[in-house]
């Protein structure tokens, strides 16, 4: 059940020191604390009117047992329109949603505010990629959509 090495086998108290020793730090954020619970990319109306953008958002979890700092990290899409996180913990099993509107943020409810022009809708209506990137950059989690 533990393993073995140098020809013994190794009881449990070994197998823990071993498992305490590994390179990754256990509240790193990786891959599989996120997931994407809402992805509302083609809400009812013209979403180039301001009116109709509010419907169109993503919704993030994180599924770890520990917070995820996500301040210098950003979510950016596949022509690299990009939306940079400032300060923002998201907690244990809890999650966010990102507006492509203007608004308030809150500890749950963040906004874009798209400035793109003519049309400030972020996500395609029938098929595109979301990425979330460290503060170095580097895709940490990604969700396609068809």
């Known amino acids: 059940d533990y393993g073995c090495q140098n020809n013994s086998c190794l009881g449990p108290a070994v197998q823990s020191n071993q498992n305490q020793n590994k390179t990754e730090p256990?509240?790193?954020c990786t891959a599989g604390c996120f997931s994407?619970?809402?992805f509302n990319y083609d809400p009812p109306g013209n979403?180039?009117?301001?009116?109709y953008l509010?419907?169109?958002y993503v919704t993030i979890k994180n599924k770890c047992s520990y917070s995820c700092d996500l301040t210098g990290w950003s979510i950016s899409d596949e022509k690299d329109h990009t939306y940079l996180f400032l300060s923002f913990k998201l907690n244990a099993d809890a999650?966010?949603?990102?507006?492509?509107c203007a608004g308030m943020d809150s500890a749950s409810q963040l906004y874009w505010n798209s400035p793109f022009y003519p049309c400030k809708a972020i996500w395609n209506n029938n098929k595109y990629?979301?990425?979330?990137?460290?503060q170095n950059g580097e895709v940490?989690?990604?969700q396609s959509y068809y």
């Not at 999650?95 to 492509?100: D, K, V």
């Not at 990629?129 to 460290?134: D, E, G, M, P, R």
Request: a negative charge.
């Open 95 to 100: 999650e966010f949603t990102l507006y492509s």
């Open 54 to 56: 509010n419907g169109e």
């Open 140 to 142: 940490i989690f990604s």
């Open 36 to 38: 994407v619970t809402n």
């Open 129 to 134: 990629t979301l990425y979330l990137k460290n």
């Open 47 to 51: 979403e180039c009117k301001i009116a």
């Open 26 to 28: 256990q509240d790193t």
